[in-house]
């Protein structure tokens, strides 16, 4: 739960989820874990923190976010082999339900971004009758991240209330805004809560026209800014000598999440190739010095130029039983 919750990895957290990874890569899991594990085409002995917070831990939520999260709750502690498995294919049939429902709220939500009266401000807040309840967080996430802007997404809720989800950026502390929202309009937010960057909150289905504007304005106010510009913190150039599949593998294994995230490395590079592959995920073949890399940018599916600095993670790549390096972009430019 500490891994696949995003809760904060303090030392203590940590040390927890490694002792719980290097149980589950020296055992014999659990029927419900071992079955989880098979639908998502991953390996038990070989589990790392990417297992929990990318594989198991979407499929365990989704039955929270679309059904019924006792589903979820019983894979986990049946004794029963072929009970665990079935219940297994059903929390991945439903995690792809909820990728598709999420993509589409997705792109509903850009495109109502990208209308001429809907530039981004200070924020991001938006609303659709026709969107899912418990995928309104995710969408949120996606769209801060697309316009590193604190970023609220509405559904109805009721006959005459909508909930909201939102996302931060670390230089606005999401619930302060909420609060200050809270008292500068009475009466406006029925009832909100959450930290610094994640908050939940319920309105007046009416009232919508009203927040927006209104949230906006608290977070002018709190931070004396009207736009925001993302900082990416990086670990410098990873020498030449390490950026193999051995040490990919090392880092791997090791416990990352919250709090204590992987190296991310910054270096300079040639594009020697680019491809699209499964539509949205960018596929390339980069060049630095001497050295030749894979390398993939999810959720991006715009061309780059010839010459990139780029902001990566190693990660090892299995095909055909071969092991290689692979580099994970998260920015380029």
């Given at each position: 739960g500490t891994g696949a919750g995003v809760a904060k990895l303090a030392c203590n957290s940590r040390r927890l989820v490694a002792q719980g990874l290097r149980r589950r890569r020296s055992g014999r899991p659990q029927p419900g874990l071992r079955a989880l594990f098979a639908v998502a085409g991953r390996e038990p002995r070989a589990a790392n923190g990417f297992d929990l917070g990318f594989a198991l831990g979407p499929r365990i939520n989704a039955a929270g976010r679309l059904a019924d999260m006792s589903l979820g709750i019983a894979c986990l502690t049946t004794d029963d082999e072929a009970q665990a498995l079935e219940m297994a294919r059903e929390l991945d049939n439903i995690n792809?339900?909820?990728?598709?429902?999420?993509?589409?709220?997705?792109?509903?939500?850009?495109?109502?971004?990208?209308?001429?009266?809907?530039?981004?401000?200070?924020?991001?807040c938006v609303f659709d009758p026709g969107w899912h309840q418990g995928?309104?967080?995710?969408?949120?996430?996606?769209?801060?991240?697309?316009?590193?802007?604190?970023?609220?997404?509405?559904?109805?809720?009721?006959?005459?209330?909508?909930?909201?989800?939102?996302?931060?950026?670390?230089?606005?502390?999401?619930?302060?805004?909420?609060?200050?929202?809270?008292?500068?309009?009475?009466?406006?937010?029925?009832?909100?809560?959450?930290?610094?960057?994640?908050?939940?909150?319920?309105?007046?289905?009416?009232?919508?026209p009203a927040f927006a504007p209104a949230f906006d304005a608290a977070v002018r106010e709190l931070t004396g800014r009207d736009s925001f510009e993302p900082v990416i913190e990086t670990d410098g150039s990873l020498e030449s000598g390490y950026a193999n599949a051995e040490v990919a593998g090392?880092?791997?294994?090791?416990v990352w999440g919250a709090g204590f995230?992987?190296?991310?490395?910054?270096?300079?590079?040639v594009v020697r190739n680019?491809?699209?592959?499964?539509?949205?995920?960018?596929?390339?073949?980069?060049?630095?010095?001497?050295?030749?890399?894979?390398?993939?940018?999810?959720?991006?599916?715009?061309?780059?130029?010839?010459?990139?600095?780029?902001?990566?993670?190693?990660?090892?790549?299995?095909?055909?039983?071969?092991?290689?390096?692979?580099?994970?972009?998260?920015h380029a430019g």
């Open positions: 792809r339900e909820r990728r598709t429902i999420e993509a589409e709220m997705r792109e509903q939500a850009l495109a109502a971004m990208e209308a001429p009266d809907a530039a981004p401000g200070a924020t991001v995928v309104v967080g995710l969408v949120a996430s996606r769209l801060k991240e697309k316009f590193w802007r604190p970023t609220l997404a509405f559904a109805p809720a009721g006959d005459d209330e909508i909930r909201g989800s939102g996302r931060s950026i670390p230089d606005v502390h999401l619930r302060d805004v909420l609060d200050l929202v809270s008292k500068r309009h009475p009466n406006l937010i029925r009832k909100f809560g959450g930290h610094a960057m994640a908050a939940g909150l319920t309105l007046g289905r009416q009232d919508f090392l880092l791997q294994q090791q995230a992987a190296p991310l490395f910054l270096d300079e590079f680019q491809r699209l592959v499964g539509e949205k995920h960018l596929k390339l073949s980069l060049e630095r010095g001497q050295q030749r890399f894979d390398a993939i940018w999810f959720g991006h599916d715009q061309s780059l130029p010839e010459r990139i600095q780029a902001a990566y993670r190693l990660e090892q790549n299995v095909w055909n039983g071969m092991v290689s390096v692979q580099l994970v972009i998260e």
